[in-house]
């Protein structure tokens, strides 16, 4: 039998249940919102970006640049699939369908991998930025913070667009910020972000290498990761056909301006080389200004990691509801996770991944960013595979968002996220790679046996654009449209 799935069937009242539905209930602009609080530009300026400071100093921005650069072939692959396959699925759902049920499930592991440790290695970086107000130690703040983000992941995704939408609007308000006073009291000209000096550990300047650059593009390539969350929201997005493509591709656009802009301007204006390796942005902010602003820049950023905390339960419990309806776990388990409470919002699933997110708070911060780093970029490189098969038998002519310069995009991000794999610590290739390999062999033993009862990877029906309130376009239309 072909490992690849045929077309999703409706149950009929004699063969059981039909699987619930998510509803349609935001507009690109409520998706928008949800998206960029996902990637939660500020909270990753300031948890994320100080660890690369510490690594790479003045080459940090020149480094985040490079990720965006890629992640815009990354974000063509992204649209162009996820207009053809709008599933809550995501990644998994896309390439399930168009690379192969095993290729499916090895994404959909990896995918499981970076929703259950991204949320909670952003929850704890809350902690520092509560400093001036109350000191609570980093693993209970994150715990704390991913408790609050389940329950209001609970809610309907209309009212959490709306509470998102604000502590965006705050969060990019310290972003700017703390860009206006980086480069008010730059200490250092632009000529210093080409060249690569990093704060050594017996003090002084030292040489940033290019392969320490590259090796640092996996975090980079995670700084902005969360543009993805568009697809994980297809199924909730009116008109998705043309929406996802753009709310992916502003997203990844707005992200990276609010990002690196901040990172440039903290690049000339920190102190020193040390102040910028110890990453202590809150207590430039204070010698930039004052403690008043300060404390109100710490506050913003705390209120951006509940912010992150919150979109990011709606986007993975989304994933494991979309699993469940796929039929990847025994049946008692797949009844629960594809339960939807009053407010039309996955429960049971919610509580999966807001729980143990906040156990994962009290494991070691550099393994989560590690493993984090590797499953992004293989997550990345499959997808890139799975978009060398959009154009293929009936989706050569179906109506979606077509990237340009294809083939060639998805080959190049291929050898790059590759390259990019193998330079990564020993340490967090072997834990993720077991983690695949466990996978693998529930693959073997579990799913693959049972074809037509496990892993039915499917799209629903009421998704096309007939259904959607839009006219089916012609590919060409449809890419003018959206750019």
Not at 158 to 164: D, G, L, M, P, V
Not at 240 to 261: D, E, F, G, K, Q
Not at 321 to 326: G, M, Q, W
């Amino acid at each position: 039998m072909s490992d690849f799935p045929s077309a999703p069937q409706a149950l009929s009242p004699g063969t059981g249940p039909v699987p619930q539905k998510l509803k349609r209930s935001i507009g690109v602009v409520g998706g928008t919102l949800l998206t960029l609080s996902c990637v939660t530009p500020a909270s990753t300026l300031f948890v994320v970006v100080p660890d690369l400071f510490a690594d790479l100093g003045t080459w940090t921005a020149l480094t985040i640049a490079i990720g965006s650069l890629l992640c815009i072939g990354v974000a063509f692959c992204y649209s162009e699939l996820g207009t053809l396959i709008p599933s809550a699925g995501g990644e998994y759902a896309m390439v399930s369908t168009l690379a192969g049920r095993l290729t499916g499930w090895l994404v959909f592991v990896l995918s499981l991998l970076v929703v259950m440790i991204v949320p909670p290695v952003i929850a704890m970086g809350t902690a520092d930025y509560l400093a001036p107000v109350v000191d609570v130690p980093a693993p209970v703040a994150g715990g704390a913070v991913m408790l609050l983000a389940t329950l209001a992941g609970l809610l309907d995704l209309r009212a959490n667009a709306w509470i998102t939408g604000v502590f965006l609007v705050l969060e990019v308000v310290a972003a700017a910020l703390v860009a206006v006073l980086g480069f008010a009291h730059g200490e250092r000209g632009a000529d210093a972000l080409v060249h690569g000096t990093a704060a050594a550990e017996g003090g002084g300047p030292s040489a940033v290498t290019a392969m320490m650059v590259v090796s640092g593009l996996a975090i980079a390539l995670f700084v902005t990761q969360g543009f993805s969350t568009a697809v994980y929201l297809s199924e909730e997005l009116e008109n998705p056909r043309r929406n996802v493509a753009r709310t992916v591709l502003a997203t990844l656009a707005i992200s990276t301006a609010v990002i690196l802009v901040p990172v440039i301007a903290i690049t000339v204006g920190a102190p020193d080389l040390q102040a910028l390796a110890d990453g202590d942005l809150g207590g430039m902010v204070t010698a930039w200004s004052n403690s008043a602003v300060g404390t109100f820049v710490s506050l913003c950023v705390a209120l951006a990691i509940v912010n992150a905390g919150i979109v990011m339960v709606i986007q993975n419990s989304r994933v494991l509801f979309a699993s469940a309806r796929d039929k990847a776990w025994p049946a008692p388990v797949n009844r629960a996770l594809s339960r939807l409470g009053r407010f039309g919002s996955p429960w049971v699933a919610t509580l999966v991944v807001g729980v143990p997110g906040a156990a994962l708070c009290f494991v070691n911060l550099d393994t989560l960013y590690g493993v984090t780093g590797v499953s992004v970029t293989g997550m990345y490189l499959l997808v890139a595979v799975a978009a060398l098969f959009s154009r293929r038998g009936a989706h050569r002519d179906a109506p979606a968002w077509r990237m340009p310069l294809w083939p060639a995009v998805p080959v190049l991000l291929i050898a790059v996220m590759a390259y990019i794999l193998i330079q990564q610590e020993t340490q967090y290739l072997l834990w993720a790679g077991g983690i695949t390999a466990a996978a693998t062999l529930y693959w073997a033993l579990y799913l693959r046996p049972h074809p037509d009862a496990r892993w039915l990877v499917s799209v629903p029906e009421d998704t096309g654009p007939e259904h959607c309130g839009e006219e089916p376009r012609e590919p060409d239309a449809v890419a003018v449209a959206v750019a």
